[in-house]
């Protein structure tokens, strides 16, 4: 026997009870209002009640139905499953929405609640480069309702080996604008700003404050460290990334849970011949491993699940295919920028610290 969530409407409350077949865990990441999971259904207490009983999307609670008739309950499937009750009742997400996210939305760590706070987040990718690209495309299609693109570069050929947002039509066109049309078309839903300069201590400050979650995507050092100093000065947390050659490493900073990058490294190397994308070279698919874990970091942190990348460097090696976990300290009590005796407290007075009048936002020239 079968029922819709509108025919279910027209009973009276109080006659009947829905039943969740799904398990504890999806049970608890969200549920019908006033459902139980079915381990609670008791004989004694449920057996005058009409049974509604639903699964994820109505394929497999009709044998529990058959069941608990076979038992003596008045039992109906609920056609749709608990995908149908949340089309008919949640206002945050469109049916459109629900559909396309479904597949995560099933996952137990985001539900319901998870997909609602993604569409209320807002992530800055600072350069839309090699780890910008898979960063900007899978936080997009996640649902992350604003995403912010810092790039001043244009798209050239070179780019196009592992730049996998930008394509041929994109030649010449500004990075960010040329992600924002693609976004656009894989996602209509997101709010896409753009950001066409480069970032500079001058401009920093008032952008990062716009947002939730900073994804540092950049190939020089002077923008990493701003990056930094301007979220930890801010109370921003970030995730910052680098790739060369077969080898990428991410690392993520959350206000006062653990060291920032600059506790890490300390300083912006002086040596102007430090090997970079541009000099040594980079395997695209590197650049896509490590830009999805940064997507991944943003993921968790918006929506508040598993263990972030905080006081801990996650370190790849793509010839060997190996990866490692490497523990970091608390907090370096030396650190220009978070240490005991700080010496930058504002990045504005302390522009020179960082040698670049405007520091360059594309990864990988």
């Not at 058959?66 to 995908?83: I, P, S």
């Not at 066409?196 to 923008?223: G, L, Q, R, V, W």
């Amino acid at each position: 026997m079968k029922i819709t969530i509108e025919e279910a409407e027209t009973l009276n409350l109080r006659d009947i009870l829905f039943v969740d077949t799904r398990g504890s865990v999806a049970y608890m990441h969200g549920h019908i209002d006033g459902a139980i999971e079915i381990e609670s259904l008791s004989e004694e207490k449920h057996k005058n009640k009409k049974l509604i009983v639903y699964c994820m999307y109505g394929q497999k609670s009709a044998v529990v139905v058959k069941k608990l008739r076979e038992r003596g309950y008045e039992a109906y499937d609920l056609v749709g499953g608990y995908k149908s009750w949340l089309i008919h009742y949640l206002d945050e997400l469109s049916e459109e929405e629900l559909q396309r996210y479904d597949r995560q939305i099933i996952l137990p760590e985001i539900g319901i609640e998870g997909q609602k706070k993604l569409k209320k987040a807002k992530v800055l990718i600072v350069g839309v480069g090699g780890l910008g690209s898979p960063v900007a495309l899978y936080l997009a299609s996640a649902g992350v309702g604003e995403i912010g693109l810092i790039d001043a570069d244009v798209v050239s050929v070179s780019n196009l080996q592992r730049q996998i947002i930008h394509d041929m039509e994109g030649i010449n066109v500004n990075k960010a604008l040329y992600a924002k049309e693609k976004i656009k078309r894989l996602n209509c839903n997101i709010k896409v700003n753009v950001y066409t300069d480069f970032i500079t201590p001058e401009n920093i400050e008032k952008i990062i404050c716009e947002y939730d979650f900073i994804i540092e995507a950049s190939d020089n050092f002077e923008t990493k460290f701003l990056v930094n100093d301007a979220c930890v000065l801010h109370k921003k947390a970030f995730c910052h990334a680098g790739c060369i050659g077969f080898h990428g490493q991410v690392m993520t900073y959350v206000p006062d849970q653990g060291p920032c990058y600059r506790c890490i490294f300390e300083n912006i190397p002086e040596n102007p011949d430090m090997p970079n994308c541009s000099t040594a070279g980079v395997i695209g698919a590197v650049t896509g491993i490590i830009g999805s874990i940064q997507a991944l970091e943003a993921i968790k942190y918006i929506t508040d699940i598993g263990d972030l990348l905080v006081k801990r460097m996650y370190v790849f090696d793509g010839l060997s295919m190996t990866s490692r976990i490497v523990k970091l300290p608390n907090k370096n009590v030396r650190c220009k920028v978070c240490g005991d005796d700080a010496s930058i407290t504002n990045i504005q007075d302390n522009a020179n610290c960082y040698r670049m009048k405007a520091c360059a936002t594309t990864l990988v020239g």
